[in-house]
């Protein structure tokens, strides 16, 4: 419950978008009045209202950043991780190269545990988006490699990097999922079948598409969400003009698909989750590196992470 200023009431709770899993659960406020008898009800009713007057009159505005240019001594409020922040400079650092994010690559992949110190993640909080960055990162061995990311759990997550493959660079576009096996109705099975289901499934890693990199170190990268839940990937020199590569892919919610006449999200990055398995959580995105079998640590210096809201199509064009 809150009590504003003004001595009006209002009651929190969570509630979802139908169309939209993958924002997870958004709070939402609800006016509220107290009874004679001391007891607090709805004031417009038991149904939650659409709509309501903003709580506070001349209210400043709060938000937190999203894009980033790398410029301040202190990592951004927006960015957190799933372990505890290394602020020891070993794996990352804002001071070795000023106004860049430096990241210090570390074994495995996107969902190996070393890399998720190297996992910056902030909240989608947009429905139709675009996310760029420009990265130096000189990728020679194993997997290497630097570049975006949207992500929900360490088997779920989509990928748009610069890195290396037969011993030449490229750009690479990829999901990590462990699907819910396509000929099995979750609909009609109980939660220990789910499980069983869930278990059964292999997570796998798809390489969606992978285009040379004829531009050199310092490349920039694009991942554009087209407000139904699905993303796209480009790739440029300048971060003006871009390049298309490989297919769109649908993140949606899978648990539910059938029910809202959509196909199953392939990765399901949203809160619900495919058989209850990834519950609570909605997408995130940010930037990452990792070294996936190079030999040797390396640097990826991120020079910025812009997050554009309702971008015009002229900015999708490849």
């Given at each position: 419950?809150?009590?504003?200023?003004?001595?009006?009431?209002?009651?929190?709770?969570?509630?979802?978008?139908?169309?939209?899993?993958?924002?997870?659960?958004?709070?939402?406020?609800?006016?509220?009045?107290?009874?004679?008898?001391?007891?607090?009800?709805?004031?417009?009713?038991?149904?939650?209202?659409?709509?309501?007057?903003?709580?506070?009159?001349?209210r400043a505005a709060c938000r937190l950043a999203?894009?980033?240019?790398?410029?301040?001594?202190?990592?951004?409020?927006?960015?957190?991780?799933?372990?505890?922040?290394?602020?020891?400079?070993?794996?990352?650092?804002?001071?070795?190269?000023?106004?860049?994010?430096?990241?210090?690559?570390?074994?495995?992949?996107?969902?190996?545990?070393?890399?998720?110190?190297?996992?910056?993640?902030?909240?989608?909080?947009?429905?139709?988006?675009?996310?760029?960055?420009?990265?130096?990162?000189?990728?020679?061995?194993?997997?290497?490699?630097?570049?975006?990311?949207?992500?929900?759990?360490?088997?779920?997550?989509?990928?748009?990097?610069?890195?290396?493959?037969?011993?030449?660079?490229?750009?690479?576009?990829?999901?990590?999922?462990?699907?819910?096996?396509?000929?099995?109705?979750?609909?009609?099975?109980?939660?220990?079948?789910?499980?069983?289901?869930?278990?059964?499934?292999?997570?796998?890693?798809?390489?969606?598409?992978?285009?040379?990199?004829?531009?050199?170190?310092?490349?920039?990268?694009?991942?554009?969400?087209?407000?139904?839940?699905?993303?796209?990937?480009?790739?440029?020199?300048?971060?003006?003009?871009?390049?298309?590569?490989?297919?769109?892919?649908?993140?949606?919610?899978?648990?539910?698909?059938?029910?809202?006449?959509?196909?199953?999200?392939?990765p399901d990055l949203g809160w619900v989750g495919?058989?209850?398995?990834?519950?609570?959580?909605?997408?995130?995105?940010?930037?990452?590196a990792c070294r996936d079998g190079a030999a040797?640590?390396?640097?990826?210096?991120?020079?910025?992470?812009?997050?554009?809201?309702?971008?015009?199509?002229?900015?999708?064009?490849?």
């Amino acid at each position: 419950m809150i009590l504003t200023q003004e001595g009006e009431w209002y009651l929190t709770y969570h509630a979802y978008e139908l169309s939209h899993y993958s924002l997870g659960r958004q709070m939402c406020l609800e006016p509220v009045i107290w009874t004679d008898d001391g007891w607090w009800r709805p004031k417009h009713g038991r149904a939650p209202s659409e709509r309501n007057p903003v709580p506070i009159a001349g209210r400043a505005a709060c938000r937190l950043a999203d894009s980033d240019d790398f410029d301040s001594e202190a990592l951004g409020k927006q960015w957190f991780f799933h372990t505890r922040p290394d602020k020891s400079g070993r794996t990352w650092s804002l001071a070795e190269a000023p106004g860049r994010l430096r990241i210090r690559t570390q074994e495995g992949d996107i969902g190996s545990p070393r890399v998720a110190t190297n996992l910056f993640l902030q909240r989608v909080t947009h429905k139709r988006f675009d996310i760029t960055t420009t990265v130096t990162f000189d990728a020679r061995d194993g997997n290497e490699a630097a570049g975006l990311h949207l992500y929900h759990d360490p088997a779920r997550s989509i990928w748009l990097t610069t890195t290396v493959a037969d011993g030449r660079k490229v750009f690479e576009a990829g999901t990590r999922d462990r699907p819910f096996p396509l000929d099995v109705d979750p609909a009609g099975l109980g939660p220990r079948e789910i499980v069983e289901a869930l278990r059964s499934a292999p997570r796998a890693k798809t390489i969606l598409a992978r285009t040379d990199n004829d531009i050199g170190n310092t490349v920039s990268l694009k991942m554009s969400i087209d407000g139904h839940e699905r993303v796209s990937f480009y790739f440029g020199r300048d971060g003006k003009r871009w390049s298309a590569m490989g297919p769109e892919v649908y993140f949606g919610d899978s648990w539910h698909h059938s029910r809202r006449g959509r196909e199953p999200g392939r990765p399901d990055l949203g809160w619900v989750g495919c058989g209850r398995a990834n519950v609570w959580t909605g997408t995130v995105m940010g930037v990452f590196a990792c070294r996936d079998g190079a030999a040797r640590s390396k640097n990826a210096d991120f020079h910025h992470f812009h997050v554009l809201p309702d971008p015009e199509p002229s900015g999708r064009s490849g």
